[in-house]
Structures are given as C-alpha cells and as structure tokens.
C-alpha cells in the first residue's frame, strides 16, 4: 500500500522546492500572506512554479485575500491548489475554483470538535487541519488531538499538519490515516528555509508506514 502524501509548505528558495520534488513530494506550498514569514516573493513564486510544472502540485496559501488577488497570483505561479486558511465561507472557496480552475482546500486551526464538524460545510477539494495558536495562520508547529478526527464525518480527502516533523509523521500517518501530511516548521533552518536533512528525514519517515 501507499504511504501518505507529502506537502512541504512554506517554500520559498527554488532549491528547496527542487529537493522536494525530487524526494516524491505530492504538493510544494508557497504562502502568499504578507504577515507570515513565509511569505514567498512573487517573483521567486513564478520561479518555483515554473520549475515544478507537471512534477508535483503547486500550492498557494492565501489568508482572507481577495479573489483577484488569489486568481492573479494562481495565474502568474501556475497554481495546481488553492488553500484557504482565512475565514473564507463556502460560497467563497466554491468561487476561487471557478474564477482559477485550481484545486481547492480549506484550511482551520483546530480548537476542538467543533472546528472539524465547520469544515463539513465546506466543499472544497480537499480539507487541511493542523494546531491552533492564537494570531497564527499555518506553520504553528503545534500538535492538536488528533482523536478529534475519528468523529469527522465528512469524506473530502483530508491533509493533516501541526506540529509534524520526522519524528511525528508516522505517527500521524498511523493513527490518522490520512490523504497526505503536510510540514513546514517541522523541516526549517528558519522560517522559510528548509533544512535539506529534516526533509530528507521526514519523507523517510512517512515511508516507513503504510496508509
């Protein structure tokens, strides 16, 4: 069987994009909030893009971004997804799809049940998870309970984060089982630099468990 997808987040050097896709990266995230520190310039973006077309998913993430906004920058990196990790509604994300012809997921910090049940509104591709910290939209590095998710009803593919770095991946493949895992705090030098052994070391890990 399959391991669990990978989607390395908060890319934004050329070289560590490279390397993920090299080591069988289902998605490359590229964050395009101004407050994170990730945030990735668009000029390096539509280098990114450029390099991994038709080689992986190219992720962008948006927080609370307008949709020209989020359709200018889809076009100019030849974005694959889009991930909202804002207080986008349905009608809104159901739009973002059309307007870019990208696939969707709707990303939430989860407090507890009642965040995983809110995302059952939402009918987008994909639906992402990871930690909550207040202020933070992505890239907390924080683990949330994961138990929350065995009473999930809703059947979109589901990407897990927080808190995941090569130590904590198979354990969240194993008890999770989920369409993919995504890092980004978890295999950094710094924000936004990634360290070429912890990625290494966190795609070993995810393949040392069956999905």
């Known amino acids: 069987m399959p391991t669990a997808r990978v989607k390395i987040c908060g890319v934004t050097r050329l070289a560590d994009a490279e ?8 998605a ?28 992986v998913e190219v992720a962008g993430v948006f927080v609370n971004a307008t949709l020209d906004e989020i359709a200018q920058v889809s076009e100019r990196v030849g974005l694959t997804l889009v991930q909202m990790h804002g207080d986008e509604g349905p009608a809104f994300c159901a739009e973002v799809a059309r307007r870019t012809g990208a696939r969707t997921i709707k990303a939430a910090s989860v407090q507890g049940l ?63 089982h989920p369409y993919a895992v995504d890092v980004s705090s978890g295999v950094e030098a710094a924000p936004g630099i990634k360290d070429p052994q912890l990625v290494r070391a966190f795609f070993e890990a995810a393949e040392t468990v069956a999905a």
């Not at 390397?19 to 289902?26: P, R, V």
């Not at 990730?38 to 893009?49: L, T, Y």
């Not at 207040?134 to 994961?146: A, N, S, Y």
Request: proline fraction near 6%; charge should be positive; include cysteine.
């Open 114 to 176: 009642f965040t995983v049940r809110d995302l059952e509104r939402f009918h987008t591709d994909f639906h992402l998870v990871d930690g909550f910290v207040p202020g933070l939209r992505g890239g907390t590095g924080e683990v949330f309970d994961w138990s929350l998710l065995a009473r999930r009803r809703s059947k979109r593919p589901l990407i897990v984060g927080g808190g995941l770095n090569p130590e904590r991946v198979a354990a969240a493949i194993a008890t999770i």
């Open 28 to 55: 490359v995230g590229m964050v395009f909030y101004p407050a994170s520190p990730r945030c990735c310039p668009i000029s390096d973006a539509e280098a990114i893009g450029a390099s991994l077309r038709r080689r």
């Open 19 to 26: 390397l993920a896709a090299e080591l069988g990266a289902w």
